[in-house]
């Protein structure tokens, strides 16, 4: 089972950035796609970015342009870089992990980290 530790939230203005990081443990992290999703209370959890096992990655509309998720097999990581934060950023962020794109969101969850973006 792989376990993974988000990190890296915390309130941050309009405007402002944050850098989020995720810990793997226990898989072969370099073969796996990643993911980073994001929770508003009472809604659905929503892919925001994704990154192949062979560095290729996509994201959300709402986020194209402002974040960039990268990995470092190296250090087990996945990073998500998170510029032009608008309130509307506002969620729990989590990572996940897939043999593919297609199949994230489906294994175990870490405890995610807090994003509160406010004047």
């Known amino acids: 089972q792989v376990q993974l530790v988000e990190s890296g939230g915390g309130l941050v203005q309009p405007g402002g950035s944050l850098r989020l990081s995720c810990a793997a443990s226990?898989?072969?992290?370099?073969?796996?796609?990643m993911g980073w999703y994001r929770q508003h209370p009472g809604k659905q959890r929503e892919l925001v970015a994704a990154i192949t096992s062979g560095g290729s990655t996509n994201y959300a509309d709402s986020v194209k342009g402002r974040f960039t998720i990268s990995r470092d097999n190296a250090k087990m990581t996945v990073s998500l870089q998170m510029n032009s934060l608008k309130p509307e950023d506002t969620a729990v962020y989590y990572c996940?992990?897939?043999?593919?794109?297609?199949?994230?969101?489906?294994?175990?969850w870490g405890q995610g980290t807090q994003v509160t973006v406010s004047s």
């Open positions: 996940n992990q897939g043999i593919s794109i297609a199949t994230l969101g489906f294994g175990s």
């Open positions: 226990g898989s072969i992290f370099s073969m796996y796609a």
